[in-house]
Structures are given as structure tokens and as C-alpha cells.
């Protein structure tokens, strides 16, 4: 009995003691709930917006490029002759490359030649002819009508047949001075893929490649593409600087002298161009250069560190303080330079924005504005 009594005595003691001990576990957890519940308030640096000018300068590749290049093909099936330059030979204009054979235009031209002859003298008896008729019929009687219109009929129609043979005959005549390959412009032999003796034409295995690539090395092109952001910004004579990797420390100085006027609708960017003076061939086409361009300020814009633009998944903003508390201001980037960036939106001078500017400064959130 009395072993009874005393297990009984510790069963309540024991649902006592857990009754207590799981009141207490709820209260703490009930309490540390409130207290993780509680409005954060952020402690945050900020500055007045203000309208600046911004320059920015970029740096983008560019390509030298010669200024008038040619692939030099032949005109006519023929064999190379003679050769008169090879790779790196300055040419002028007009001067002979190479010369070329083909016996069978020598044969055609003596065949035109001789048609031609023959077509001449037909033409100058049927003219005879109709003009002695002409003569004849002024007596009367004579000379039938219709006698005088079959020699002026035959006469005109040898006339045709002459210029027939004489087109015929220049035809050939120019495709055998197509035979002799003279220099366009001005320039160098920079490549040559012919021997004597080989078989060139406008069609087939001699045409696979040219006879010879001439440039104009003495002026260049270089050529860039600007990014579509930047496009606003150009303008003509805009100087640039650029550098090539032959001459690292030489800086050479252009002005910008053609724009595209339109975007590459590969890479989204427009064309420009500059004339550069190789006079004393130290640049080479094919070059890559490290160019800088400078786009000065035109207007006023809002200018904000870079820090103080959030860049969110859903959209790109500033936090503004209003009343003590944080708002979302969503904005558009422009130009970025030096730790700066341009940025338009909904803003007004004077706003006071977050000079560090993150997701966690929710919007609506109250704010404590450091002191300096």
C-alpha cells in the first residue's frame, strides 16, 4: 500500500514539473516570435541630387585597313607570259603587271580583221552603184524607180553588215588588250599567286585566287564599331587616339570623318571611320587597334555614384527618403564613368537618395538617416 501511494505522489509530481516546463517553452518561444517580428529600422547615408556634366572616354578595338584594295583577275582564258612585280613591289597607276597569251584571239582578230576588209569593199560598190543610178536617173526615162530603191536598199544593208563586222572586230581587239594587266591605282603587291606559264581565266581552276592583291598602303581606314548606347554621342570631326600592339608606346591621333548612319543589325552598333596618313608606311592593313574615343558632355543629367543604383531582378533603381521613409525609385542607366553613372527616372533635384542603395531597405521600411 504504501508503495502504492508513493508512485502515485511522484505520476503528479511529474505531470506538475512538464505542465510547468512546457508553459515556460511557450512563453520563450512566444516572446523570441514577437521580438523576430519587429519593424527593422535601417540606419543609412545619404545625399542631395544634384544635375551634372559627365564626359566619358571608352576603349574598343578597331581594324586598319588600306584605303583602296583590289583582287586583280584575268579577263580572258590565257597562259601567264611575263611577270613585271612580285609581292611588295610599289606600282604606279597604269603601269604593266603581266602579260598573257592566248593564240586562238590572235586567230579570231586576223578572221575579224580580214570580214572586215571584205565588208568595206561590198560597201563601196553597192555605194558606187546607187550613186551612179542617182546620177543617171536625173535624165529621164532612164532609170526605173524601183531600180534606184533595190540599189539604196542593198546599199543601206552593206552599210549594217559593215558596222556588224566593225563591232565584231573591236570586240576581240579589246578582250586581247585584256591580255595586258595594268595597276588600277597607286600602290603595293601584297599578294601574288601566279607563275609564268600558268593558266588564268574569268572561270574555272585558274580563277580560283587572284593574280595579284594591290593596296593603296599610304592611306588607311580605321574602322570601328560603336556600341547603340553610345551612338547619341558621336559626331563628325570628334578626335580619337589609338594604339597598336607594333608600337606600344606611340599614340597616334584621328578624326572621326565618315558615320554609318545605322546600326549593324548583327551586332547592334554603327560604322564609323577615320582617315589616317601612312605616308611613311609605318602602319599595315590588318592591324588591330586599342582605340579611345571621347564623348564630351552636351547637357545637364542626373549624375549618382554607382553605389547608389540597385540593380534588382525586376527592375533597375534608387531608394529615395520621403518623410522618413524608403521608396523605390525605378531609373535607366546612360553613361558610366570614373565610379559615376547618368541615370533617369522620376527625380527631381534636391531628392535625397541612399548612397548605398540594396534590396534589403525595403520599400515603405522606415529609415534613420546618419548624421555626418
Known sequence: MKSKAIKSILTVAGLFAATILFNSCGHSETKKEEKSTAPTIHSVEVFTLEKGMMSTTIQIPGELIAKHSVDLYAKVNSFVQKMN????????????????????????????????????????????????????????????????????????????QLDAAKSSYKEIADNKNYLAIRAPFSGFITARNISVGAYVGPSGKGSEFPMFTLQDQKKLRLIVLIPEAYTSYLGDKNEITFTVKAFPSEVFKAKI????????????????????????????????????????????????????????????????????????????????????????????????????????????????????
Open 85 to 160: 612585280v612580285d609581292v611588295g613591289s610599289e606600282v604606279k597607276e597604269g603601269q604593266l603587271l603581266v602579260t598573257m597569251e592566248a593564240p586562238e584571239l590572235s586567230s579570231q582578230l586576223s578572221a575579224s580583221a580580214s570580214r572586215l576588209q571584205s565588208q568595206e569593199a561590198i560597201y563601196a560598190a553597192s555605194k558606187a552603184l546607187y550613186e551612179r543610178l542617182l546620177q543617171t536617173s536625173k535624165t529621164a526615162g532612164t532609170i526605173s524607180p524601183n531600180e534606184l530603191d533595190q540599189a539604196l536598199a542593198r546599199k543601206n544593208a552593206d552599210f549594217a
Open 257 to 372: 570623318n565618315r558615320l554609318a548612319g545605322a546600326l549593324d543589325t548583327k551586332f547592334r552598333s554603327e560604322r564609323i571611320e577615320m582617315d589616317i596618313d601612312n605616308s611613311q608606311k609605318k602602319l599595315l592593313p590588318g592591324m588591330v587597334a586599342e582605340v579611345k574615343i571621347s564623348f564630351p558632355a552636351t547637357e545637364k543629367t542626373f549624375v549618382v555614384p554607382k553605389a547608389a543604383v540597385a540593380n534588382a531582378p525586376e527592375k533597375v533603381f534608387v531608394v529615395k527618403i520621403v518623410n522618413g521613409k524608403a521608396e523605390w525609385v525605378e531609373v535607366r542607366k546612360g553613361r558610366e564613368a570614373e565610379g559615376k553613372v547618368e541615370i533617369y527616372g522620376d527625380l527631381s533635384e534636391g531628392d535625397q537618395l541612399v548612397k548605398v542603395a540594396t534590396e534589403e531597405v525595403r520599400e515603405g521600411s522606415e529609415v534613420k538617416v546618419k548624421k555626418d
